[in-house]
């Protein structure tokens, strides 16, 4: 191959590359149009919901007191049992409380339970935000603070979020002063619960105690009048029909009252403060004669003194 015909090759094979290179490149932007790009869709990274959190705060501002801190007694979700180990700072909060109120005996502490109505609950209070105060006022009670200055109240907060199951500080305070007249309540609450005691009907070895909401707000009042009278206490009595040796019958009835009694004790009633025994048979309200009227006769009742 000569000279002349080796730069003829070169110069047709260069030709035809820019005209391959305008054509796969640069027609594109000749016409109008533009490539095609690849959309990238970004996927949203899940935020987690802030959980709430209440603080441990109380305040009397006729008499200059107050307290705050960030922390407060905790809950995990469904239950009413206060979760340890409580925070040192709190445990300092309820010191100064109790100096305060020993210091000012017509004070009393409010305490208000939250709860959610996701949360489960069957307990013997109204409902579990009841069942915490009353927790807390346990734990109160625990540290020195007398019962007689602590008032127990329940509220519904469906906005309350969990942190990993637990709720932070379901739990609100106040101090209010106590009526002079709550010991003419006191005595019509006493009066009312032993002319119409809790009656409760079930079987030995039986694993739950189902109440109805009346039930439950009569176990509140027990509750109540245990905290606020010298000497109270909430009395739990098995009955048995008349079926069997009397012995045996005897027995049974405080096996039944002294499993209602664990029952108080799970929910929040001091057990120094529950007296259980048993009448067995001697004292049947109908005819053992009958099928319904001996059902009636096996019983437990749960009054005061």
């Not at 015909?5 to 391959?20: P, R």
């Not at 009835?253 to 499993?259: L, V």
Request: proline share 5%; aromatic share 10%; glycine share 6%.
């Amino acid at each position: 191959m000569t000279k002349s015909k080796f730069w003829l090759w070169a110069i047709i094979i260069m030709i035809i590359g820019m005209i391959l290179q305008w054509y796969l490149c640069c027609r594109t932007a000749d016409t109008g149009a533009e490539p095609q790009k690849q959309e990238v869709v970004a996927t949203p990274t899940p935020t987690k919901p802030k959980f709430t959190s209440y603080p441990f705060s109380f305040e009397d501002i006729d008499k200059g007191f107050a307290f705050k801190n960030t922390y407060n007694i905790d809950f995990n979700a469904s239950s009413f049992d206060v979760l340890r180990p409580v925070q040192m700072d709190v445990k300092q909060g309820i010191v100064k409380l109790e100096e305060f109120l020993a210091a000012n005996p017509d004070r009393a502490i409010d305490i208000t339970g939250y709860y959610t109505e996701q949360e489960v609950y069957n307990g013997s209070f109204p409902n579990l935000g009841i069942a915490r105060a009353n927790a807390v006022k346990n734990y109160f009670v625990d540290k020195g603070i007398s019962s007689k200055q602590i008032n127990t109240f329940g509220a519904l907060r469906n906005e309350m979020i969990p942190e990993d199951g637990i709720y932070r500080g379901p739990v609100a305070y106040g101090i209010s002063v106590i009526d002079n007249s709550e010991a003419d309540a006191l005595k019509k609450l006493g009066d009312t619960i032993r002319a119409h005691p809790l009656v409760l009907y079930f079987k030995t070895g039986q694993a739950s105690i189902s109440l109805t909401a009346e039930e439950r707000q009569e176990i509140a009042d027990i509750s109540r009048y245990l905290d606020k009278v010298d000497g109270a206490k909430t009395l739990v009595t098995g009955h048995t029909d008349n079926v069997g040796r009397r012995k045996n019958n005897i027995a049974l009835g405080q096996e039944r009252a002294e499993f209602a009694k664990m029952y108080l004790i799970k929910n929040g009633i001091p057990a120094d403060k529950i007296d259980a025994s048993s009448k067995g048979p001697d004292e049947p309200v109908a005819s053992n004669n009958s099928k319904n009227g001996r059902a009636k006769n096996r019983r437990t009742v749960i009054t005061i003194n």
